[in-house]
């Protein structure tokens, strides 16, 4: 678990706001001492629903089973984030793109 020695605050800036220097944003923030929550993740219970629903196959209980681990994703963000001493924005890139891959993967295979 990341520790800090104050309590963190945490920032959370929409996509339509991201400026061109987005990654570098991240590091200031993290500079700062503020959490920054990537609005992608944030806001991955519409996607999930969305692309569920279009995709078919999933159950009503296998959305919500989805959109309930984002909390887990944040935290592993954070957690990854804390260990490498990497911006969470950073981290969280990387995490989707490890997630993409192993879903092409999976259509390929």
Request: with cysteine; hydrophobic share 40%; aromatic share 4%.
């Amino acid at each position: 678990m990341c520790s800090r020695s104050a309590p963190a605050r945490a920032h959370h800036r929409r996509s339509r706001e991201q400026p061109a220097g987005a990654g570098t944003d991240g590091e200031s923030l993290q500079a700062a001492g503020i959490l920054y929550c990537p609005d992608y993740v944030i806001n991955a219970g519409g996607i999930i629903s969305v692309a569920r629903e279009y995709h078919g196959g999933a159950t009503e209980e296998q959305v919500i089973a989805d959109i309930q681990g984002i909390p887990a994703r944040l935290t592993e963000i954070f957690e990854r984030a804390g260990v490498r001493d990497r911006t969470t924005n950073a981290v969280a890139d990387e995490m989707a793109r490890e997630l993409l891959a192993r879903q092409r993967h999976k259509l390929v295979a």
